[in-house]
């Protein structure tokens, strides 16, 4: 789960890590998302979308990191954390974000319905919340939308012999 100490990471391997995490949820018929937690430069939490597979809607690639980076730290706070997840986090996912105190936001592709970090809701922006989360938006974008895209293809393609 963590890489070995001193193995300092950039934000590209990570990213390319969440990449990797969402090819696996795309081979267990999840949707392609995968996400990184890192602290100081080391991974401390991994995940991939699994809310079909887990039977629990809770189970988006950024929640399942997040949990697994606050077991590991036994911190429920991940303060200084940077998450990396190939798509835009959704409105749950944003709140998560704020409430484990993630200091910086990394993710691929935007997400043009459920999105809330840019694309609708804008969750990290609201002034109401005490804790305020950098993001960067376009690290790998191509290589997300890519997965995406051949994924849902994939789905709607008609399937052979299927009866018209």
Known sequence: MVEPPGALITDEACMREAL????????LGEVPVGAVVALDGTIVGRGYNRPISGVDPTAHAEIVAVRQAAAYLGNYRLTGAHLYVTVEP????AGALVHARIARLVFGTREPRAGAVVSTAQVL????????VDVVEGM???EAQRLMQDFFRERRAPTPNAER
């Open 125 to 132: 922006a609201s002034p109401q919340f005490n804790h305020r």
């Open 20 to 27: 990797r995490l969402a090819a696996m949820a795309a081979d």
């Open 140 to 142: 790998l974008a191509g």
């Open 90 to 93: 959704c409105t749950m996912c």
